[in-house]
Every structure is written in structure tokens, then in C-alpha cells.
């Protein structure tokens, strides 16, 4: 059965890339499916709208655009760096707040804490050169993402940004504008990494 883009209504688009992005990202966060579902019908829409290629069957090209996105996603993440958990002086799991670029616990190793603190340095670099409102969005992720904020406050300083005020908004609305924008952020950062 063919189906044009038209008789697809936008809400039928984000109702079956939500359901693709589910079943084949089942260990994903609830914002990721979101960033996958929105990119994808944004790309299918922005497609057809340019009459530059003709789709004949737009739950097809939607299903293929999710698949492509969402391997996309996986080999993205193979590239990070995965951190175990810490331990202890008795080298029992840590039950306390874990030490982030910290030279004790699971930082021993000097090479590894060197690389830790290069990767923050190589993040915040990109995140400093975002718009306002997506900078602020990043800034709320790395803090929710890093246990110990304190080498996250120095490195920013460096930038002459105060990250200690900047917290989510407690206002529905405005906290749903702010997660709108992160998804900008994430792929802003991706081109500047490029």
C-alpha cells in the first residue's frame, strides 16, 4: 500500500517514529527517543518539502530514516569513555558521592584522570561556544551527569562563566522550552566536534 506524505499527518509522523524509535531503542532515555522521533520527522518533513525528492511512500522513507538515525546514535556512543564504578581504600564500591577527576578512588591511575579531565576540558570548549539558552540546557545536563561539580565549576570559570546559579526552571513551561533547545544544543555540538 502506497501512502503519500500528505495523507501522513504530522501527527500520525511523530506517532509512528515514536513507536519505531521505542522498539529498537528499548535501553535509551526518555530524551533521547524524543531527540530521535523529533529529528527524524523533522527530516522527513523538511524532505518532502523541498520537492527536491519524491517520496512515494512516506512511512517507508520515515522507517528508514529512524533506522539510520538511531545506528547513527549507537556508533556515536561507542566512542565514549565509560566510567566504572569507584571504590574504596578496602576496594569495596564506594557508598558515598563519587569523586569525579579525583586522584583517589578509581583515579589512581594518573594516565586516566589526565584523560578524564581532557575529555571535560574538550566538552565544556565546544559547550562555551553555544547560543545563550543552549549553553544554559548544556550546563544543567553536566551538572545532573557529574557527581562532583567542583572541577566543572573551575573549568567554566576559566571561560569567565559562573555555573553555580544555573539550574532546570521549575516552571513547566519554561523548563520544557529549555529541554526543547538542548536538542539544538546536542546537535550543534555534534557539528562543532565534526
Known amino acids: 500500500?502506497?501512502?503519500?506524505?500528505?495523507?501522513?499527518?504530522?501527527?500520525?509522523?511523530?506517532?509512528?517514529a515514536s513507536s519505531l524509535v521505542r522498539n529498537r531503542m528499548l535501553q535509551e532515555s526518555r530524551e533521547d527517543v524524543l531527540d530521535l522521533v523529533q529529528i527524524s520527522v523533522s527530516e522527513l518533513w523538511s524532505r518532502h518539502n523541498s520537492g527536491k525528492v519524491e517520496i512515494t511512500s512516506s512511512i517507508a522513507y520515515l522507517s528508514s530514516i529512524v533506522h539510520c538515525r538511531c545506528i547513527d546514535l549507537l556508533r556515536r556512543r561507542k566512542g565514549h569513555i565509560v566510567l566504572p564504578l569507584?571504590?574504596?581504600?578496602?576496594?569495596?564500591?564506594?557508598?558515598?558521592?563519587?569523586?569525579?577527576?579525583?586522584?583517589?578512588?578509581i583515579y589512581q591511575d594518573?594516565?586516566?584522570?589526565?584523560?578524564?579531565?581532557?575529555?571535560?576540558?574538550?566538552?565544556?570548549?565546544?559547550?562555551?561556544?553555544?547560543?545563550?539558552?543552549?549553553r544554559y540546557a548544556m550546563i544543567c545536563v553536566l551538572k545532573d551527569e557529574i557527581d562532583d561539580t567542583f572541577p566543572l565549576v573551575d573549568v567554566f570559570k576559566g571561560y569567565g562563566i559562573d555555573i553555580e546559579p544555573i539550574h532546570w526552571p521549575q516552571e513547566a513551561c519554561e523548563l520544557h522550552r529549555l529541554r526543547a533547545s538542548l536538542t539544538f544544543a546536542r546537535k550543534t555540538l555534534r557539528s562543532l566536534q565534526k
Open 1 to 16: 500500500m502506497e501512502q503519500s506524505t500528505q495523507a501522513l499527518s504530522l501527527e500520525d509522523s511523530y506517532k509512528y
Open 110 to 134: 594518573p594516565v586516566r584522570a589526565f584523560e578524564c579531565k581532557e575529555f571535560l576540558e574538550e566538552i565544556i570548549a565546544r559547550t562555551v561556544k553555544l547560543p545563550d539558552r543552549q
Open 86 to 105: 569507584p571504590l574504596d581504600a578496602d576496594g569495596e564500591i564506594y557508598q558515598g558521592k563519587p569523586l569525579f577527576l579525583s586522584h583517589e578512588g
